[in-house]
């Protein structure tokens, strides 16, 4: 399949490392010009640095902004007034034993996870609307249906967007632009990788050692047995980014290597 995004702009979210960088790595790979965004000047400028030394030729300009209050949304949005393809990317999360989950953390998990993505798409999807054509999609992980005991409110935050997702879908039904999720399983990102690394280290075994006693144990329902990687996720952005993907929308795509063991 010969996926061109040609002539498109996009606007990834969260976007310099991890599963959003990969994702705006694969959308300038298709010919599409690309905002990375992060909240620090530094390393917004290296992601953009980074992406145009691995993709010669392409695209790609940075925007540094906090994307979890409205002032930071207004700011990319007057740098980037319009865009073809949204990608709601970014998110944080961390293991928190309910009863310590403040409310100061609540309020912050949905600002980061749900209002940056409200947000976005309430001013982008309405210029998109207006022409014909566009693409809307969020990361809404497995967590979103698939609830960890340790991390109750990342699971509640990204539920809201996989709903937010399919009733924005509905709200542009028969306008050219097409609303999806997507869902990725634990994915191998700078972030974790690190983690595991040093675990590694300290217990004297190889990062495959560590993969696989989790794999084994508390992510058995795994049909890979491995972490996914970001361009496995990228990959399935692409596409829904892609004219081949016109008839795909109000959809939650799972590319989580069979963790979910439902087929809806």
Request: proline fraction near 2%; aromatic fraction near 10%.
């Amino acid at each position: 399949m010969d996926i061109k995004l040609n002539g498109k702009k996009a606007v990834i979210s969260g976007s310099t490392t991890g599963i959003g960088f990969a994702i705006a790595k694969g959308l300038a790979k298709a010919g599409a010009s690309v905002l990375l965004n992060g909240r620090f000047e530094e390393q917004v400028t290296e992601a953009v640095e980074r992406l145009k030394r691995e993709i010669p030729g392409a695209e790609a300009c940075g925007f540094a902004a906090d994307l979890s209050s409205s002032v930071g949304v207004n700011e990319l949005i007057n740098y980037w007034p319009e865009t073809d393809i949204l990608v709601n990317n970014l998110g944080i999360f961390e293991p928190k034993e309910f009863f310590e989950i403040t409310d100061e953390d609540w309020e912050h998990y949905f600002q980061v996870n749900v209002m940056s993505a409200v947000r976005l798409s309430r001013h982008y999807a309405k210029g998109m609307k207006e022409k014909g054509w566009g693409r809307v999609l969020f990361n809404g992980s497995v967590t979103g249906g698939f609830y960890l005991g340790e991390m109750v409110h990342y699971g509640a935050a990204k539920a809201a967007v996989l709903g937010l997702s399919r009733g924005l879908a509905e709200s542009l039904a028969k306008s050219g632009v097409t609303v999806n999720a997507f869902i990725p399983g634990p994915t191998k990102t700078e972030r974790n990788s690190e983690y595991f690394d040093h675990w590694a280290k300290e217990s004297g075994k190889s990062f495959q050692e560590i993969e696989k006693g989790l794999f084994d144990k508390d992510l058995s329902t795994s049909l890979l047995g491995r972490f996914i990687s970001t361009e496995e996720v990228a990959n399935m952005v692409v596409f829904l980014a892609s004219e081949q993907a016109s008839a795909i929308t109000g959809a939650a795509l799972k590319v989580d290597g069979g963790i979910v063991r439902s087929l809806l």
